[in-house]
């Protein structure tokens, strides 16, 4: 497995505490809070006192949660109330039984090429080493005499 997840919290907190920040909402994706839920965000809406509203990528989705933020704008720490179909304020099913948290780990790295971002990446966990893409390449792509290959 070769996991490409992030961890999208991560990335709104490292946005968040830069000192040039003076973003005033957020929108976050549903398709990542289908899996954790909503309720993730709160804690970090709480912590800045900025609205974050969840919403699908179809336009109307995105309009709609844009009309959301507004309406919330002045710092309230709140979720929104936009959803995308399958939303659930928990998550589903088995991220709600931590099947996610027993698999991946947080850890920094690179987030969609324009900041390496602490806690921003979802690794397997290390009892999952054998599954692994990127440690069973990263070995294989070592050429003989311990020099890095292309």
Known sequence: MLSAHKWVPAAM???????????E??????HAATITGSAVFEP????????VVVAGFEPLDILAGLALLVEQGGGRPRRG??????????????????A???????GDGEWRGIARVPGGDLRLR????AHDAALRFAETSREPGGTEGP
């Open 13 to 23: 907190e490292a946005v968040a505490s830069a000192d040039d920040t003076r973003i």
């Open 25 to 30: 909402g957020y929108l976050a994706a549903g």
């Open 44 to 51: 970090f809406a709480a912590r800045y006192m900025r609205p």
């Open 81 to 98: 109330g936009q959803r995308v179909s399958a939303l659930r304020v928990a998550g589903g099913q088995p991220a709600r039984a931590g």
């Open 100 to 106: 996610a948290r027993r698999v991946f780990e947080t």
């Open 126 to 129: 290390p009892e999952f080493a």
